[in-house]
Nanobody, 115 residues
Framework: QVQLVESGGGLVQAGGSLRLSCAASGSIFSINAMGWYRQVPGKQRELVADIISGGTTNYADSVKGRFTISRDNGKNTVYLQMNSLKPEDTAVYYC?????????WGQGTQVTVSS
């Protein structure tokens, strides 16, 4: 009954920026955590960043200082501001959310960073 709708992916040159958004809709009682993972073919899906209900954030070492995760609890939305993008950031980015202690995934949005 919960859907995560992602937007903001696309093609950008190295050094550029994108902002991903993920809005949760449906039967929502409480959002315990939201975050972003990414996956490249041949590799496991990896955590990019997450934010828990209290506001604590966590980032992969590879994106620290470049990416910022934030949330708007009133809109049930999480954002990922991606700056100084590198070609190695190219991946499908997936929104995830823990809602009422159950995990959900978005369908993914492609981010491609060209040299």
């Amino acid at each position: 009954q919960v859907q995560l709708v992602e937007s903001g992916g696309g093609l950008v040159q190295a050094g550029g920026s994108l902002r991903l958004s993920c809005a949760a809709s449906g039967s929502i009682f409480s959002i315990n955590a939201m975050g972003w993972y990414r996956q490249v073919p041949g590799k496991q899906r990896e955590l990019v960043a997450d934010i828990i209900s209290g506001g604590t954030t966590n980032y992969a070492d590879s994106v620290k200082g470049r990416f910022t995760i934030s949330r708007d609890n009133g809109k049930n939305t999480v954002y990922l501001q991606m700056n100084s993008l590198k070609p190695e950031d190219t991946a499908v980015y997936y929104c995830t959310s823990v809602i009422s202690n159950r995990g959900y995934w978005g369908q993914g949005t492609q981010v491609t960073v060209s040299s």
